[in-house]
């Protein structure tokens, strides 16, 4: 069976595929497997403080590859599939993908935006700052009309228990990449230090 239908794209940060392994770790079967040309490398060589491959380099995508490989044979085995079931599923995993990755990068965006507006204090724009929660409520609303459309595709083939696993593992593989990035967010500002306020010198400022 070929795996390939999740996780796709180059521009997965090699650093979650860490996050990724944890969160699809429990598993007792996965836990017990012996270490083999398909195990994940990302789970034994990269940490959240790692170093990510440039995303054009051969390790890069060879790493993401795996990955994908790695989260389509858990997925398997976890929901108990055949080969017939994870091609459907993985087929209908990518109808969604666009849709689900454009959400994410609208809702980042707009969390930024009600970020630096909040960081203004008594200046924030009240205008703003309700449109951008307005714009926030659609992006969760949006969310659930995928989930929704994804869960009747997901119905022709899958049992309710299978949708229901599966559903439980891109909650965690969505909560662990969030913790991973802002993990990442925050060791950036880390590096940048605190910002300094200009010091003015002895006889320049007022009388």
Not at 49 to 62: M, N, V
Not at 93 to 107: A, C, F, H, P, S
Not at 143 to 160: K, V
Request: no cysteine; charged share 35%.
């Amino acid at each position: 069976m070929r795996y390939g239908g999740f996780v796709r794209g180059g521009r997965l940060v090699a650093a979650l595929a860490l996050g990724i392994a944890l969160a699809l770790a429990p598993s007792r079967a996965w836990a017990q497997e012996p270490e083999g040309r398909d195990t994940l490398p990302a789970a034994r060589s990269f940490t959240p403080d790692s170093t990510a491959p440039d995303e054009s380099s051969p390790e890069r995508r060879e790493l993401e590859q795996r990955l994908r490989q790695r989260i389509a044979q858990v997925v398997q085995a976890r929901l108990a599939l055949t080969d017939d079931q994870l091609g459907r599923l993985q087929r209908v995993n990518q109808r969604y993908e666009g849709r689900r990755r454009d959400l994410v990068r609208t809702e980042r965006s707009l969390r930024l935006s009600l970020r630096a507006e909040l960081l203004r204090g008594d200046q924030a724009d009240q205008g703003r700052v309700g449109a951008l929660l307005d714009q926030l409520v659609q992006v969760q609303q949006s969310r659930l009309d995928i989930f929704r459309e994804e869960q009747h595709d997901l119905s022709a083939f899958l049992t309710p228990v299978q949708r229901a696993k599966y559903a439980a593992l891109q909650e965690q593989l969505r909560k662990r990449i969030g913790e991973l990035r802002e993990r990442r967010s925050e060791r950036r500002q880390l590096r940048r230090g605190p910002r300094r306020r200009p010091q003015v010198p002895a006889g320049d400022g007022p009388p």
